[in-house]
């Protein structure tokens, strides 16, 4: 019997995958999550062999969410169901540490096929998540500025382009205010860019925040 927790911040999807997975003979939902924070806590009181997990997720981006649950788990097989396609997200999470990637539009049998290969300790890759990751393999391969930077950096990008101040996100990830200001210019000179607002027309316009 695989062990399974769902963490996604709509009811209605926790409920349809719920339900999807009670028709299967080998899954068990073991609880829900509404945050990262409730996943925490789910960790904390069940014994879980994968968690399939939202990337959109309230109060923290789905990034930090997937980082503070490998910090908890780190050897938790973690399943991200995104509505963004595989391109903007799917290399940089597997590099943190997700085991599959899935887009919320793929058929549900995909998602069990997918919760029954991490369990059993291998990674669920899709063709257009190998051609991806091959890609970044090729150092001839012409990479978008935001695919530059270092997965802190990247974190750093994501919250400043949601609008967030280097006070609220010194606090966010534990970090100086003087640490974050280094990251955000990092940032900006690897983009080329020279402002929060333009680092927000840009990840807007890739489809990287909603």
């Known amino acids: 019997m695989i062990r399974v927790a769902i963490v996604d911040d709509h009811a209605i999807v926790r409920t349809g995958l719920r339900q999807y997975f009670a028709e299967q003979v080998d899954l068990r939902v073991v609880g829900e999550a509404a945050s990262a924070r409730e996943a925490l806590d789910l960790l904390r009181q069940e014994t879980v062999d994968v968690l399939v997990m939202d990337l959109n997720m309230p109060e923290q981006s789905g990034v930090d969410a997937l980082a503070a649950v490998k910090a908890r788990a780190p050897e938790l097989p973690v399943l991200i169901l995104s509505g963004f396609p595989e391109a903007q997200y799917a290399t940089m999470l597997m590099r943190q540490g997700a085991s599959g990637y899935l887009n919320k539009e793929c058929d549900p049998e995909e998602i069990v096929k997918a919760i029954r290969m991490l369990a059993l300790g291998k990674r669920y890759i ?27 950096e990247l974190q750093v990008f994501l919250h400043l382009a949601r609008g967030e101040t280097i006070g609220h996100l010194a606090e966010t990830l534990s970090l100086s205010v003087k640490t974050v200001s280094t990251y955000r210019t990092r940032v900006l000179e690897k983009m080329r860019l020279s402002s929060n607002s333009e680092l927000t027309y840009y990840a807007l316009k890739n489809g990287l925040i909603q």
Do not use: C, I, Q, W
């Open 126 to 152: 899709t063709p257009g998540v190998a051609e991806l990751l091959a890609d970044t393999l090729n150092p001839g391969a012409e990479k978008l500025p935001h695919e530059l930077l270092s997965e802190r």
